[in-house]
């Protein structure tokens, strides 16, 4: 499978997705830096997290008019897949290519730890190596995760089945509790409603590897290998 | 401007003394004209020129056999194997947190992250040791949450994991708070660059961000003490931009990857003047420069705010002659101002130009090196001896202990600092093995089987009782910290915080601390490769407590080894090493309970010390070993407690049976013994584990089991007085040491 990173200027976790894509999962990566206007060739795209520009301003609301941004459209158009984690995920909100917007986390503090994710769908092409219901334990890291929509939006992207995952306890209960950020129904990821564009706060790159104490977040990488018949390689870890 | 009558007053305003003014006389052979002046005053400073400290620092052991670059560079650099250093530094941005915790905090994140990319290293993670006043104090409050939220901000945004640190709180730091940052990158052994201005006719390259008018004699501010007029200093605050900054990097990183850079270095205090006679002088060169082609924020700047600038986020190179257009494109691919400035010369001399004007003319070496010196008088304070006493007889002992252990983990330099590391990307770069929170933070090296564990560590309270004991300690106990995570220290940052160094009892506590420092570092065998110093910390002639912070490097040759603190499974054993003795002096539990500061702090055997932690990194090694932590403040009882719950996955509780072997039992439980760790062994080899221990030396002693929900420590013999018995639910203890900040911010 060939992946395509988005490099924007201040994007962080591009390293961490090439990480797990090409060292972890044996696959083929290639950078894309954001003045780049044509994706060829590539099976996914990956907007990854960080603060592009900065994040001076409302997040993911100057990335959205990088150059690159119109080459992804193109592509999620033509049905190519695209991930966007955490900052990815406000830029594919910024951009429209998701529905809703991003508040600043309730407590108003930037916030990184574990938290709990339920899988509310897991016949995508994001999630179909998880059980539905099945409790995932990925970590955030954000300030601005709060989402937030319409309730006409809302109800649409439920009825669809487009909210992928959603925060929990760690025996799978939605609860307020368990909402680390005031997003609205706890929603923590979506998906548009082709399928082929998803969008979610936590960073499963972070929890993909036993030595990092935690691998769930490798069904996710692998779900994306699976809807391309692709099964993950073994590989050696090489360079740094 | 050359008309320039130097008064008195001026002198004053640049904190230059006349007897230092009579020198800058004979080095150029007139009087120096406003700009050189400044360039004199900045460089001069105690904070660019270590003047009070230079000839003290020089006893520091900062060789071995793994040390690639030792102090004088950006940063020190250790060999870690597979071709790979890595470099690290620790630096203090006191005072100006102090006058604006939120830039101040920001910029000193920013300032180190640079220190180790201008080396060539990509910056993995960041630490950092911060003192404030007690959190009763409502400016204290706005102190910290500036404080954390300013290192959070650039930290996170760079995308450089703030992997751990510690805070303690105590009324000494009140109105001088500390905030030191460590920064540690990984580079290739055989790519290490360095800040030399080498090849005579070689471009000088300015590139980043623009320079303004921010940040002007930040240096002198920061080698001075502070009065109720503190916050009238804001303007020398700089600003901090973490995206210019991580596009710097990226473009730092790019270049390096060529071979067209011969020398860089980030320009931080005192900004182009230090970069550029820096670099100058450390290759015996000099350089001209065009401060008409230095790109600025805004028109009319003079010479002199020019060179004296401090705004952030900028760096200076040297570049192979003719190969400037590949540099500029790579800087305008990363969106970065760049300007080729001047050139080498082999003049020995800073040469400035404005228009092709001649405005400034110094030797480098002057101003770099050549500095004063002073060997400042030192004397113990007189209240010294007093503060030493301390009669155990008139001291109550316990009563009521379950009652005494809540109110240590009440207090917050011992209480979980989850409100602020939760703040901080701690995971971003996927090397972070063990979290925030631990003895050490662990980081994988990717592409190695290794790992790197890392701490910061010091007590001030300490070092003031016993300035030799406290720096000792720190040492030690930085390295127990690594120990008790199964790593090997490899390499020392210090950031030597004291109070004014004019006044004789400070140089004492200095002096004193270096050879504690020294003595430790070399009986632990590991050497000290960068550090700074910062001095005149203290405000309405309050000195802080000499507070020589450490940060440490270990290394995990195994990384699937490496262990944590916390207890892992019921019917594990709990073994102790180490012995436990009357410690009282200096705790924390003498503090919060009994509210004295005094007595002699712990001693510490350097060969026990050596010995327990060799013992515990070889069981580590092993795999013998579940948890290991190490006792520290709060003692025994606080160390079982964090053993119970302060890991994320799980609490355990623990049942102790503690020997009382003739101590007070206050002692027992929460006197700071040094050289002691608790291990948690599986219980089939806990005779194993006991018998390699007592092989070694080291004395251990199996003390209780782990299991159930509750934390009991008894102590033998001592049924019948149930006020001494530790007995609490686990839920109890976290409710006090898991909530305690936050509680007290009023965001509980």
């Known amino acids: 499978m060939k992946i395509g990173v988005v490099v924007f200027p201040g994007s962080n976790c591009d390293h961490d997705c090439q990480y797990i894509f090409k060292d972890v999962l044996g696959q083929y ?72 917007v991003m508040l600043r986390n309730t407590s108003l503090n930037f916030i990184c730890k574990d938290v709990y994710v339920k899988v509310e769908n897991a016949a995508t092409r994001f999630t179909n190596r998880c059980e539905s219901g099945q409790v995932l334990k990925i970590p955030i ?100 | 401007m050359n008309a320039l009558v130097i008064t008195k007053a001026i002198l004053e305003q640049h904190k230059l003394s006349d007897d230092e003014y009579k020198k800058i006389l004979e080095i150029l052979g007139r009087e120096p004209n406003w700009t050189e002046l400044g360039m004199f ?16 620092l020089k006893k520091l052991p900062t060789t071995g056999p793994r040390v690639v670059q030792g102090p004088g560079e950006n940063a020190g650099a250790v060999d870690i ?66 404080v954390v939220s300013g290192i959070a901000g650039y930290g996170n945004c760079m995308g450089v994991p703030t992997v751990g640190g510690e805070i303690v709180f105590n009324d000494i730091y009140a109105l001088n708070p500390l905030v030191n940052v460590f920064c540690l990158g990984i580079a290739k052994k055989d790519k ?37 007029q503190a916050a009238q200093k804001r303007p020398t605050v700089q600003v901090g931009d973490p995206f210019t900054e991580k596009l710097l990097l990226e473009a730092c990183l790019e270049l390096m990857a060529g071979d067209c850079l011969v020398g860089i270095q980030d320009m931080g205090a005192a900004g182009l003047t230090s970069s550029a006679c820096e670099m100058a002088s450390r290759e015996g060169t000099g350089v001209e420069l065009e401060l008409a082609d230095v790109p600025r924020r805004e028109p009319g700047m003079t010479p002199y705010e020019i060179m004296l600038s401090e705004s952030q986020e900028r760096m200076l190179m ?35 130009k404005e228009h092709g004007q001649v405005v400034a003319e110094i030797p480098a070496k002057a101003l770099a090196d050549e500095g004063p010196r002073y060997d400042r008088p030192s004397s113990p304070p007189a209240y010294q001896e007093m503060l030493q006493s301390l009669n155990h007889d008139a001291l109550p002992d316990l009563k009521d202990a379950n009652a005494a252990l809540l109110a240590l983990l009440d207090s917050p330099t011992i209480a979980s600092k989850r409100w602020v590391y939760e703040q901080y990307d701690h995971m971003v770069r996927t090397n972070t093995m063990v979290r925030p929170g631990s003895d050490a933070a662990v980081l994988r090296v990717k592409g190695t089987n290794k790992a790197l564990a890392l701490s910061v560590d010091c007590n001030g309270r300490y070092c003031l009782l016993n300035p030799y004991e406290g ?25 030597l915080n004291f109070g004014n160094p004019q006044r004789p009892e400070v140089m004492w506590q200095f002096v004193l601390a270096i050879e504690g420092l020294k003595d430790a570092c070399e009986a632990l065998n590991v050497p000290i490769v960068s550090g700074n110093v910062s001095l005149y910390n203290e405000t309405n002639d309050l000195s802080i407590y000499p507070t020589p912070m450490i940060g440490m490097v270990g290394l995990i040759e195994d990384a699937d080894r490496a262990v944590t603190q916390w207890f892992k499974e019921s019917g594990d054993a709990i073994i102790l090493l180490g012995q436990t003795r009357e410690d009282l002096g200096g705790t924390e539990y003498l503090k919060v309970v009994h509210h004295r500061e005094q007595g002699s702090p712990p001693l510490l055997s350097l060969e026990t010390e050596k010995a327990v932690q060799a013992c515990t990194i070889r069981l580590i090694r092993d795999g013998l070993v579940q948890s290991a932590h190490d006792c520290s403040d709060g003692g025994l009882a606080v160390a079982l407690t964090e053993c119970c719950i302060a890991g994320s996955a799980q609490q355990l509780g623990a049942v102790v049976q503690l020997p009382l072997d003739g101590l007070r039992r206050d002692a027992l439980l929460f006197g700071e013994s040094q050289s002691r760790i608790v291990l948690s062994v599986k219980a089939e080899l806990a005779e194993r584990v006991l018998n390699t221990a007592w092989d070694a030396g080291v004395h251990a002693a199996r003390i209780g089991t782990v299991g159930g929900a509750r934390l009991v420590i008894q102590v033998d013999g001592d049924q019948q007085a149930a006020g001494c018995k530790i007995d609490l639910e686990l839920t109890a203890l976290y409710d006090h040491w898991g909530l305690a900040i936050p509680r007290a911010l009023g965001q509980d």
């Open chain 2, 318 to 352: 040297v570049v192979k002659a003719g190969r400037e257009d590949e540099v500029i494109k790579i800087c305008r691919k990363w969106d970065l101002d760049v300007a080729v400035i001047g050139r080498v010369t082999d003049t020995g001399k800073v040469v400035l």
């Open chain 2, 41 to 56: 005053s900045a460089m001069w400073s105690e904070h660019c020129s270590y003047k009070s400290s230079r000839i003290h």
């Open chain 2, 471 to 495: 720096a000792k300690i720190a040492i030690a106990e930085c390295a127990r910290n690594l120990a008790c995570s199964g790593a090997e220290p490899i390499g020392v940052t210090d950031c």
């Open chain 2, 192 to 228: 290490i660059f360095l800040g030399k201005a080498a090849g005579v006719g070689n471009p000088v390259i300015y590139f980043g961000s623009k320079t303004g008018r921010d940040g002007i004699h930040g240096a002198t501010m920061a080698s001075d003490s502070f009065d109720e």
């Open chain 1, 29 to 100: 990566v290639e950078m894309i830096w954001h003045k780049e206007t044509l994706l060829a060739g590539l099976d996914a795209v990956v907007l990854p997290g960080g603060f592009s520009y900065g994040d001076y301003l409302r997040t993911g609301a100057i990335a959205r008019f990088s150059p690159v941004m119109g080459a992804v459209k193109a592509f999620a158009k033509k049905g190519g897949l695209v991930i966007g984690i955490c900052n990815g995920f406000q830029i594919l909100l910024e951009a429209g290519l998701l529905p809703g």
């Open chain 1, 141 to 240: 890291a954000h300030a601005d995760g709060n989402y937030y929509t319409d309730p006409i939006t809302l109800g649409g992207i439920k009825a669809n089945a487009q909210v992928i995952f959603r925060y929990c306890t760690a025996d799978g209960k939605v609860t307020p509790d368990a909402n680390p950020n005031g997003s609205l129904d706890n929603i923590a990821g979506i998906m548009n409603a082709d399928g082929n564009v998803l969008g979610m706060m936590p960073h499963p790159e972070r929890s993909a590897e036993a030595i990092l104490g935690n691998e769930d977040g490798r069904l996710i990488f692998q779900s994306m290998l699976s809807s391309f018949g692709k099964p993950e390689l073994q590989s050696k870890l090489i360079g740094i």
């Open chain 2, 81 to 146: 194997g597979d071709g790979l250093c890595a470099v690290f530094k620790m630096e203090s941005h006191n005072h100006p947190s102090f006058i604006e915790p939120y830039q101040g905090a920001a910029t000193g994140v920013g300032g180190i992250l640079r220190d180790i990319f201008t080396m060539g290293a990509r910056p993995i993670a960041l630490l950092n040791s911060l003192r404030f006043g007690g959190l009763d104090n409502a400016n204290t409050r706005h102190l910290l949450k500036g």
